[in-house]
Nanobody
Framework: QVQLVETGGGLVQPGGSLRLSCAAS????????VGWFRQAPGKEREFVAA????????YYADSVKGRFTISRDNAKNTVYLQMNNLKPEDTGVYYC?????????????????WGQGTQVTVSS
């Protein structure tokens, strides 16, 4: 089993920045990808970014490319999502998850474990 805890959400003005953290514990070595997703009220959970647990490969949704950066600190078993130039449409609950899938990192249904989520609100 894996436990995931997200922190770092909050209220920020448009153009501002936030850094989310996802602390993992348990058998994380079994999982191929770690991903960040978000869910706005009344909408489906959508892919934001993903990274392999080992190696430099990262993936981003088109809507966040150039603004968000996913990174890992393997020694701390923690994954980060640096979010810059935030926009109101970035508002939602952000979740991190892990999956054994090597290819379908963008599909929330492929993920085996999720954290509880952290709220991000971008508003003036």
């Amino acid at each position: 089993q894996v436990q995931l805890v997200e922190t770092g959400g909050g209220l920020v003005q448009p153009g501002g920045s936030l850094r989310l953290s996802c602390a993992a514990s348990g058998r994380t070595f079994r999982y191929f990808h770690v991903g960040w997703f978000r869910q706005a009220p009344g909408k489906e959970r959508e892919f934001v970014a993903a990274s392999r647990w080992s190696g430099p490969t990262t993936y981003y949704a088109d809507s966040v490319k150039g603004r968000f950066t996913i990174s890992r600190d393997n020694a701390k078993n923690t994954v980060y999502l640096q979010m810059n130039n935030l926009k109101p449409e970035d508002t939602g609950v952000y979740y991190c998850g892990v999956t054994t899938s090597s290819g379908n990192y963008y599909r929330p249904g492929e993920y085996d474990y999720w954290g509880q989520g952290t709220q991000v609100t971008v508003s003036s």
